[in-house]
Structures are given as structure tokens and as C-alpha cells.
């Protein structure tokens, strides 16, 4: 499956000072008491996928980036210890290993904080799930009511998420990244409210914990 993409094609992140457990601390000490559940609705029901996995998240890199690159990036951030493994897939998603010891506030810290480096074009939480864990991926797949397909563009702009391609008749797959006004499971949330959207939710990726 090819993706399309502006994204910047050679990103040089420059840090003169690691990011680590004790900054996540500190800043997610201003952040409400309890951890964020995180749910959507798949028809009628409400899926609930509880707090964020504590010892990986899911990252993109930006396109055209090369290992090397990445791997200066990632030496930024005294909290990630290293990538555990790839998700198969054009434009690859990657489970980045976090140290031992945050606390689930923590880890939706660091999520912000990669988010805002140049190198890293998406990042999202991982879930337990089973014996494995289950992560947001930058994808979306939205189904129409009849006669409602002139209203996919226009939602996916007024989110600034990508229509990748039609999967079927009604069905849509469409495509975020840290431009866009959320996550993949914040825009299947969006969507489901919306009108002429007979269904929507989010990519979900499956990897060993």
C-alpha cells in the first residue's frame, strides 16, 4: 500500500540537552491527578483501551530520514532506550523501548515531546492487550452512509488528516501525522459524530510486549 507525502525530506535535529525521566516528571506534574483512558466508539459500542502502556510508544519518522538520522534523534531523549522492533508497512512505523520506571502521565509526556522533534513525523500509545500490546497507528478507516462520499474531503481537511484510498465502496482509509488536530483515535472519535459517517475507527497495530 503507497502513502503519499509533503513531509519534510531531510530533517537535522540539533540538541544540545538530553530529554529524560526527570523533565517528564516535572512537567507532567502539572498535568491532572489520573491517568487519560482512552476509548471510541465502534457502533453502538463503546471500546475502552484503558491507560498507555508504559515501556514502548509507537513513532513515524519523517520522510526521507535515514537510520542515521534516526538514531540521532532517538540519542536525544535519555528516557527512550532504543527501537524494539518495526511494523511491517510503507512508511514504517517503529516501537520505540522506554526506560523502566514512568508512570503512564509520564509516558503521555514523552509522546508530546517527540512530537514536537523535526525527525518524528507521528506519535502515539501503545496498549496491554492480552500477551501483547496494541498501538494507535497514523491510520483511520471510515465508512459513509449512502450518498454522503462528498463529505469525506471535506472532514478530512477540517482535521488535517489525508484520504489515502478508497477500500471499498463507502470505506475510506485515511492517513494522520502530528499536523494533524489529533491521533488516529482522535480522529475516528471525531468522525463518529459526525454527520453522514455510518462508522469509524482507528488502525490498531499488534506487537509483543
Known amino acids: 500500500m503507497a502513502f503519499s507525502s509533503c513531509r519534510q525530506e531531510e530533517a537535522s535535529p540539533i540538541r544540545n540537552i538530553k530529554a529524560g525521566p526527570n523533565l517528564l516528571r516535572a512537567q507532567a506534574a502539572g498535568s491532572p491527578a489520573s491517568c487519560t483512558s482512552y476509548t471510541y466508539l465502534n457502533g453502538e459500542d ?34 527512550v532506550k532504543g527501537i524494539a522492533g518495526q511494523q ?26 517527540l512530537s514536537e522533534d523535526p525527525a518524528i513525523a507521528y506519535a502515539a500509545p501503545y496498549f496491554l492487550k492480552g500477551d501483547g500490546i496494541m498501538g494507535i497507528s ?45 491521533n488516529a483515535l482522535d480522529l475516528a472519535n471525531f468522525m463518529a459524530g459526525q454527520e453522514g459517517i455510518a462508522h469509524a475507527e482507528p488502525n490498531l497495530v499488534m506487537a509483543a510486549n
Open 138 to 182: 497514523d491510520e483511520a478507516i471510515i465508512t459513509l452512509e449512502d450518498g454522503s462520499a462528498a463529505a469525506i474531503e471535506q472532514l478530512a481537511a477540517a482535521f488535517d488528516a489525508e484520504v489515502v484510498e478508497e477500500l471499498s465502496e463507502n470505506t475510506y482509509l485515511l492517513k494522520v501525522d502530528k499536523s494533524s488536530k489529533g
Open 88 to 113: 511491517a508497512r510503507t512508511g514504517p512505523l517503529q516501537s520505540l523501548e522506554l526506560v523502566e520506571g514512568l508512570s503512564c502521565k509520564e509516558v503521555e509526556q514523552a509522546i508530546k515531546i
Open 46 to 79: 463503546k471500546k475502552v483501551l484503558g491507560n498507555v502502556y508504559t515501556q514502548q510508544v509507537l513513532v513515524s519518522f519523517s520522510y526521507g530520514l535515514s537510520a542515521e538520522k534516526e538514531a540521532e534523534a532517538l540519542a536525544s531523549y535519555s528516557f
